[in-house]
């Protein structure tokens, strides 16, 4: 009966410390990113935007354009970028697009679009005399500005994607949208100046027009 015990003890004592070192590799595991988890920052519509994406770090390391690399769910952890005016104006305002493209192959879907702002978006107000005073520091041409995303952001950008996507996502398209100059006239993938009619905010997009044209 004593050894009986001693076998079953000897039992427990073994299956705990396989449970234990299971669980241990487990834990030591779930810290690691996935074998599979490649993910890419891809610069998109660079060469035509005048206000240039120089160069892009995540967690304090340089990224090329469309270079993949492992990492975990938090592999935008860090982002910045350094953005080079070349407009020859003086730039008081710009919106970055992320792109979050479906990661479904067999079932294309619409990707998910997350915004971020720099200053005051001129599209918004209805005259330039209606906008609020400058908060932002202005980008002479020929300047440079790092533009950092803070964590907060960092986070609903990546929950709001995965929320949509339905996973993390493992690539990102980034591109310069909006840019507003203290002339008056703003950029939305061409030139373009507030139409001399006016209107409502409603018809915000109706009311500008190519300054080329």
């Known amino acids: 009966m004593i050894r009986a015990a001693a076998i079953f003890t000897s039992l427990l004592l073994i299956t705990g410390y396989l449970l234990s070192a299971a669980y ?10 996935p074998v599979n988890a490649l993910k890419s920052i891809a610069k998109t519509g660079n060469a035509k ?20 690399f492992p990492d975990g769910d ?12 070349s407009s020859g104006k003086t ?8 792109f979050f493209p479906s990661a479904k192959t067999d079932k294309p879907e619409p990707g998910v679009v997350w915004d971020l702002q720099y200053g005051h978006n001129p599209f918004h107000y209805e005259s330039d005399q209606v906008m609020p005073p400058r908060s932002s520091k202005a980008i002479q041409p ?8 803070n964590e907060a952001d960092r986070k609903e950008m990546n929950y709001f ?5 339905g996973s993390v996502p ?15 006239t703003a950029w939305s993938g ?8 006016g209107g409502s905010t409603s018809r915000l997009w109706q009311k500008w027009f190519c300054s080329a044209c």
């Open 24 to 33: 241990k590799n487990y834990a030591s595991f779930e810290k690691q990113p």
């Open 49 to 68: 935007s005048p206000l240039k994406i120089k160069a892009i770090r995540v967690k304090g390391r340089n990224i090329q354009s469309n270079e993949t």
């Open 74 to 85: 938090d592999w935008l952890s860090g982002l910045g970028m350094d953005l080079a005016n």
């Open 91 to 98: 730039i008081t305002f710009f919106e970055v697009e992320f």
């Open 142 to 149: 020929g300047d440079f500005i790092k533009f950092e995303v």
């Open 161 to 165: 994607a995965k929320a949509l996507s």
């Open 170 to 184: 493992n690539k990102v398209e980034i591109r310069v949208n909006l840019l507003g100059f203290s002339d008056g």
């Open 190 to 197: 061409q030139m373009t100046r507030r139409s001399e009619s």
